[in-house]
Nanobody, 123 residues
Framework: VQLVESGGGLVQAGGSLRLSCAASGRTFRWSAMGWFRQAPGKEREFVAA????????NYADSVKGRFTISRDNAKNTVYLQMNSLKPEDTAVYYCAGSSRGIVTTAPSDFKSWGQGTQVTVSS
């Protein structure tokens, strides 16, 4: 599965952005998908994940209630709606495809990665 993210940019604190991840390949609809992020000088961290059908999701505590992950299997696309953004959300955001259908948060379960999209939140 090849993944291409889009939708990043510069936004003021309190604003919103929607990231998209377009996937190629026939296995997308059976794969759990996730979003990770990496801020300068920090390790990559889990943000959100969704199972193959979209019926189950999981979020990092730091984004719970502000971010929403969703998917459209007909369009081979997964989304991350980010509301009430904070400066500490500034990072490169990566879309990832899992080798499993169920929700997982472990980076080792994700075999496909996009190139990343920059999100910058100004205070």
């Amino acid at each position: 599965v090849q993944l291409v993210e889009s939708g990043g940019g510069l936004v003021q604190a309190g604003g919103s952005l929607r990231l998209s991840c377009a996937a190629s390949g026939r296995t997308f609809r059976w794969s759990a998908m996730g979003w990770f992020r990496q801020a300068p000088g920090k390790e990559r961290e889990f943000v959100a994940a969704i199972n193959w059908s979209g019926g189950s999701t999981n979020y990092a505590d730091s984004v719970k209630g502000r971010f929403t992950i969703s998917r459209d299997n007909a369009k081979n696309t997964v989304y991350l709606q980010m509301n009430s953004l904070k400066p500490e959300d500034t990072a490169v955001y990566y879309c990832a495809g899992s080798s499993r259908g169920i929700v997982t948060t472990a980076p080792s379960d994700f075999k496909s990665w996009g190139q990343g999209t920059q999100v910058t939140v100004s205070s």
